[in-house]
């Protein structure tokens, strides 16, 4: 059997790690919490770093694409641009300097805002559409529930549709009963998933640090 | 020991089995003649080259050509009869009625004809009366040649040592059927009839003798070797295909019109002898009748005399042309048979009299049934067939592969086929190439829907808020609004809050709503606040928030006195967790570079407990979910309250509903913020919202439902035409 030194170490330290960290929750110990304290603490300094590391490696990428004068250059140019000169700015002028509020409140927020808006008529257009490919059970379930919870949502001259808005409509219901329900759903299997995963990582099953 | 090859595996086996000892295949056919013997030089299947003596299958007559041809020890240990070895006297000794062979239907045939009619005789006068220039060449030659070179006496040329006469050297006798006056034979007969002592001495039986019939007797000549060496080959030839055996057929001698005239035969036979120098030494008697008219049919084949002598036990089914042949004549003559053969006649080609001769039954014999004449047959050299011949190949001549006819480089084109091709090309390369064809600016109906849908939205969200008509009435609060407005009513003044600004820039509409009625709250409690955010745009966005919130809502917080950005906390959910467990180790300053924990109404934080409140701004839920999991927890009955985005409340509900609260107060969307503003009486951004929001919402389901009614229509009637065109 081959072993190889450099995967035993990883592995070792990864598993370490997550099962002081794990019985620091369970067992009130003051060394396995102030362990457990360090380890996280390392771990936001690393995430910070990795989010350091993501930039040079985005810029490098970018600075080849711009060497190698190939197809979209240009675009790569113009986010280098951006890149060096927000973090110019907000390493110049701090994150909430006049600047950096500057590129926020007139580059920023109005993009990404615009973004949503168009998100929204374009789900409005989608949805009149559903019906051109054909009338199914699930398309007119759909269509009904949204109607439903945006009439549920509105109040014209204090005139409420009886039975569909208020506290008590059936938009207020599929809010807080169909929509809770999965919800919920989700976040039970997103919290077994949570667990699987991590069970994994400490028995070394799963090695997403390439160990 | 005599082998025999098998012709299926090709090993030698012995003479005697019947069955090959390595393939069990069948070694004699089952006419009773063996196929292939090892000492054999022949390559035809069926004849044996070699005699075989101790083969019974083979007739007599072959047997006895196969004895003559062994050694002269050999042939000398048996002893002759005195009629052929020349000291039997005059005669012949009447053998026993126990040696008597059993006599062939045609040599029977051939004594009765012999006693009741004598077949015709040439008489000399006739032959005298022959004209000179209408004689054959054969005679010919007999008048010329013998008459000046008088052949030697039979008895002077056999050697005393020679054990067995060949059937050439025996004399041939013509018989005549009627006397002939001695002055009416012609010369050279008269010779050759004062030489024919020695036939009439060797005739055998008593009733020949009183046959009036003169008997020629020709003397062996020097051509005789010549003769003999075809004779020989013939008999090697037919000697495979058949023995001797009488034939029905008979050969006429017409005498008509004062000259020899043959059957079709016998004609055949002299024109091919034309060209033979062989005169008139040849093996067979003729009886020649001497009447003119009379056409008398003569048995075949013609015998000797010799024939008729039942003491002849071992050629009683041998000819006597061809019992008489000994293989070393035979041998002794091959060069004179290739001689004769490369004048006249071809190598494998039987003379048309010989093979008139030859009895019907021989040629008919089973043994012989592949004829000589066809064309030489290829043996299988390898394989289990190997020694077979006329093998089918394994690969037909069609299959195999064949060179292609090469096909000329220059073709041949007139102008005619120029011009065609250069409008072909023409049109081939214009195949290629697009067309030039009129752009026509047609807008598809679904970019116009979707001009449509946006024009509509914005002309009716712009038209409330240019009107500034508030048609919306503003919604009564919900549950788990009242719960936060209780919880922030409850803090008191200096109180540190925690405040966690982590939506994204794009849904900053809502969400600013939102948070900016919670902050505006908290100012006017006079709460002292802590901003961080887990988005990197976070402090950004807080600075804006409090900008706002000051601007518009008329407060004076300054930051570090009463409040503080921290900034981002990196690391996602461990970030968070990391902060709630040591604040002060996540952040050590403020977002633009200040130490915080030296201001003093954070001095006393050193965990997240030690917060009033915690208040999150999220419009994600997994953030929130994040802030609930890692947070809450640690917070220690300190209350957890959130302003989230609509599309969040599905996911960050459950966490408000739980017995004990995970989440105390919820501010969902743009209307909880309204109903909020609506409750502490300090309308604001949400409450400007609200009526555009919903004339946005009203045209966007006046959209929907029109849109999608007319699209079912749509559906319907296409549905339908295609109905009526399958019906």
């Known amino acids: ?211 | 020991m005599a082998e025999i090859r098998c012709p299926m595996c090709g090993k030698p086996n012995p003479s005697e089995r019947d069955t090959c000892l390595y393939c069990q295949a069948r070694l004699k056919s089952l006419t009773g003649s063996s196929f292939m013997s090892s000492d054999s030089s022949s390559s035809s299947i069926g004849i044996p080259s070699q005699p075989d003596t101790g083969d019974s299958s083979l007739p007599d007559w072959l047997k006895a050509i196969r004895n003559s041809d062994q050694t002269p020890e050999e042939s000398e240990s048996e002893p002759l009869p005195a009629w052929i070895t020349g000291e039997g006297g005059e005669g012949f000794d009447e053998p026993d009625d126990t040696e008597k062979i059993e006599v062939p239907d045609w040599l029977a045939n051939l004594r009765q004809e012999g006693e009741k009619v004598h077949t015709s005789a040439l008489s000399e006068d006739k032959l005298n009366k022959l004209p000179i220039d209408d004689e054959p060449e054969w005679l010919k030659k007999i008048r010329t040649g013998q008459h000046e070179e008088p052949s030697p006496d039979f008895k002077q040329v056999l050697p005393p040592e020679k054990p067995f006469p060949a059937v050439s050297e025996r004399p041939i006798v013509f018989q005549a059927k009627e006397e002939i006056p001695s002055s009416e034979v012609p010369d050279w007969v008269a010779e050759l009839s004062g030489k024919s002592a020695v036939s009439s001495e060797l005739l055998p039986d008593e009733q020949e003798k009183d046959i009036p019939m003169e008997e020629v007797h020709f003397e062996p000549k020097e051509e005789e070797g010549s003769l003999l060496a075809w004779l020989s080959t013939l008999e090697q030839e037919k000697t495979a295909q058949a023995a001797p055996t009488q034939s029905e057929k008979p050969i006429t001698v017409d005498r008509g019109k004062e000259e020899v005239s043959f059957s079709s035969e016998v004609s055949g036979l002299f024109s091919d002898l034309e060209g033979i120098d062989f005169g008139i030494d040849t093996k067979e008697s003729f009886e020649i009748a001497k009447d003119e008219k009379r056409t008398t049919e003569i048995p075949q084949p013609l015998t000797s005399p010799f024939t008729s002598v039942e003491g002849l036990d071992e050629f009683a089914e041998l000819p006597e042309w061809l019992g008489g042949i000994s293989s070393e004549e035979t041998i002794a003559h091959e060069k004179d048979i290739s001689s004769i053969a490369d004048q006249d006649l071809a190598p494998a080609t039987l003379p048309n009299w010989l093979e008139a001769f030859i009895p019907a039954e021989a040629i008919e014999k089973p043994s012989t049934k592949i004829p000589l004449t066809e064309a030489p047959r290829k043996a299988e050299g390898a394989g289990p067939l190997a020694g077979l011949f006329s093998v089918l190949p394994a690969e037909p001549e069609i299959a195999k592969s064949r060179k292609p006819s090469e096909k000329p480089d220059v073709l041949e084109v007139s102008e005619k086929h120029r011009q065609q091709t250069s409008v072909f090309e023409a049109l081939l390369s214009s195949e290629g190439l697009p067309g030039v064809t009129a752009e026509r600016q047609i807008v598809a109906p679904q970019n116009v829907f979707r001009i449509l849908v946006f024009l509509l939205l914005c002309a009716g969200v712009l038209g409330v808020i240019i009107a500034g008509y508030q048609f919306a009435v503003i919604p009564t609060p919900p549950v788990e609004t009242l719960d936060a407005i209780n919880i922030l009513n409850s803090l008191p003044a200096g109180a540190p809050v925690l405040i966690a600004v982590d939506y994204q820039p794009g849904y900053s509409g809502e969400m600013e709503a939102a948070a900016s009625i919670i902050l505006d709250h908290l100012m006017v409690n006079g709460v002292n606040l802590a901003f961080v955010s887990t988005n990197p745009t976070g402090p950004a966005q807080i600075e804006r928030l409090i900008s706002r919130v000051n601007q518009e809502r008329g407060h004076q917080y300054k930051a570090l006195e009463q409040y503080v950005i921290m900034g981002y906390i990196p690391g996602g959910t461990t970030g968070l967790s990391g902060f709630g467990t040591q604040p002060r180790r996540i952040i050590t300053q403020s977002a633009d570079g200040k130490p915080i924990w030296r201001t003093p109404w954070l001095s006393n934080i050193n965990n997240i407990s030690d917060f009033s409140s915690v208040i999150i701004a999220t419009d994600d839920p997994d953030n929130a979910r994040a802030w609930v999991e890692q947070v809450q927890p640690l917070l220690q009955n300190k209350p957890l309250l959130m302003a989230i985005s609509a599309q969040a409340e599905p996911m960050v509900r459950p966490y408000y509903e739980t017995n004990p609260r995970q989440v105390s107060g919820l501010v969902v969307g743009l209307m909880g913020s309204a109903a909020y503003e609506q409750i502490i009486n300090r309308p604001g951004a949400a409450i400007k919202y609200w009526s555009p929001f919903n004339a946005a919402i009203m045209i966007a389901m006046l959209m929907i439902v029109l849109g999608s009614c007319y699209m079912m229509v749509m559906m319907l009637r296409t549905q339908r035409k295609e109905n009526r065109r399958e019906g």
């Open chain 1, 1 to 211: 059997m081959k072993f190889n030194l450099k995967s035993i170490i990883s592995a070792s330290i990864a598993i370490a790690a997550g099962v002081i960290v794990l019985i620091g929750y369970f067992i009130n110990l003051p060394y396995l919490d102030t362990l457990r304290e360090v380890f996280l603490h390392w771990a936001v300094i690393l995430s910070a770093v990795a989010l350091v590391m993501g930039i040079f490696n985005l810029s490098y990428v970018h600075i080849r694409k711009i060497a190698a004068q190939s197809t979209g250059d240009v675009y790569s140019g113009i986010l280098l641009i951006s890149l060096f000169l927000s973090a110019a700015i907000v390493i110049i002028f701090s994150p909430t300097g006049g600047f950096s509020q500057w590129l926020y409140n007139y580059i920023i927020l109005p993009v990404e805002a615009s973004l949503l808006a168009l998100l929204a008529a374009i789900l409005i257009y989608f949805c009149v559409r559903l019906f051109k490919r054909g009338i199914t059970l699930f398309s007119l379930i759909f269509v009904c529930t949204a109607l439903i919870v945006l009439a549920s949502m509105i109040s014209l001259t204090g005139f409420q549709i009886p039975g569909i808005s208020g506290a008590d409509g059936i938009g207020a219901l599929i809010v807080r009963i169909p929509s809770v329900g999965g919800a919920r759903g989700i976040l039970i299997g997103v919290a077994l998933g949570t667990i699987a995963t991590g069970l994994r990582v400490i028995m070394g099953a799963d090695r997403p640090y390439n160990g």
